[in-house]
């Protein structure tokens, strides 16, 4: 098992930044990656960035440039850092561990940006 909670959301002007933490318990040592989606209003919920356990990163093309995401693993925590935000960003964001058999969820954290 695997358990996530995220933190970090709020209100944002146009431009501005917020940086979101999801951390992480239980079965770490089964999770090989960790992903943090979008979801807004009529859309699918879709995954912004995402980091494997050897580090690699991959993002959305509407994020990338802006945002980034990065893990503390002697804190058991992954970020997502964004910057420049966009009305377009407004929406709630969950965090997600992948293992090979399982995927896990946060309760999401939400991020509303004014224009």
């Known amino acids: 098992q695997v358990q996530l909670v995220e933190s970090g959301g709020g209100l944002v002007q146009a431009g501005g930044s917020l940086r979101l933490s999801c951390a992480v318990s239980g079965s770490l040592w089964r999770i090989l990656a960790m992903d943090w989606y979008r979801q807004t209003p009529g859309k699918q919920r879709e995954s912004v960035a995402s980091?494997?356990?050897?580090?690699?990163?991959a993002y959305a093309d509407s994020v990338k440039g802006r945002f980034t995401i990065s893990r503390d693993n002697a804190k058991n925590t992954v970020y997502l850092q964004m910057n420049s935000l966009k009305p377009e960003d407004t929406g709630a964001y969950y965090c997600?561990?992948?293992?090979?058999?399982?995927?896990?969820w946060g309760q999401g954290t939400q991020v509303t940006v004014s224009s």
């Open positions: 997600k561990a992948t293992t090979l058999s399982d995927e896990y």
């Open positions: 980091v494997t356990n050897r580090g690699n990163t």
